[in-house]
């Protein structure tokens, strides 16, 4: 994980609504037009777009994207879901006194931030676990506290920094294409080891395989995680 010293010009206005219909990417399959015939007929105002793997549908309303999305389920569809800009958590670094995950959850709540998630970073190539946490807090939350305003957590005074990802597309933890995060995803479950129907945290074999195939290249030699897949 990277992290960066300047935060302070960073989401300054994480509490401004913003409103947007999020955007559905529907993975392209054979019989694709039957099923943009089907919405073309129902949502004629619907904006549909090939791209890659996948078929873009711009709702024109929250309804027809609740209403598109309940289809598609119902179908056994493979897509995901964008979020909006407003309901992308932010994401801020503490450097608390305590890594305590339920301490620092507890205390953030009691002084009003609505948090999502709080993790633990580590090196990312030893692993190594480091004495700063990850914070995810929900935007636009009504009489939510903004997280810039904490100056303590767990009765100790915090530094903080702004969180910067590694460089690179979005790996889903669920179907393990990218560009998009499981939260959002209705593709099938694909473990990285056995290329089973289950995560791959939760994978029976825990020894490491020789000559992987990866599930996304066909290729032998690396998992589909790995930096040496194309």
């Known amino acids: 994980m990277e992290i960066n010293d300047s935060y302070s010009n960073q989401n300054s206005n994480i509490n401004q609504p913003i409103h947007k219909i999020k955007t559905i990417m529907h993975r392209f399959k054979n019989n694709y037009n039957l099923v943009l015939q089907d919405f073309n007929d129902k949502y004629p105002d619907c ?41 992308r958590p932010y994401k801020v670094v503490l450097k608390p006194a305590s890594t305590d995950i339920a301490d620092i959850k507890n205390d953030l709540a009691n002084q009003e931030v609505t948090v999502c998630k709080v993790s633990q970073l580590t090196q990312w190539k030893s692993k190594f676990l480091l004495p700063m946490v990850l914070v995810e807090v929900r935007k636009n939350v009504p009489d939510n506290r903004d997280i810039l305003d904490i100056s303590n957590c767990c009765y100790m005074s915090i530094a903080r920094d702004s969180f910067r990802r590694r460089p690179g597309p979005t790996q889903c933890y669920n179907c393990n294409y990218f560009h998009h995060s499981s939260q959002y995803c209705e593709i099938k479950t694909r473990c990285l080891k056995c290329t089973q129907e289950h995560r791959t945290s939760d994978c029976p074999i825990k020894e490491r395989i020789e000559n992987h195939e990866c599930i996304n290249c066909k290729t032998h030699g690396h998992t589909a995680n790995s930096k040496q897949c194309p």
């Open 47 to 87: 904006v549909n777009k090939l791209i890659g793997d996948y078929i873009k549908i711009v709702p024109a309303s929250e309804d027809q994207h609740r209403k598109i999305t309940t289809t598609l389920k119902a179908k056994g569809d493979e897509f995901y879901v964008v979020p909006t800009a407003g309901e």
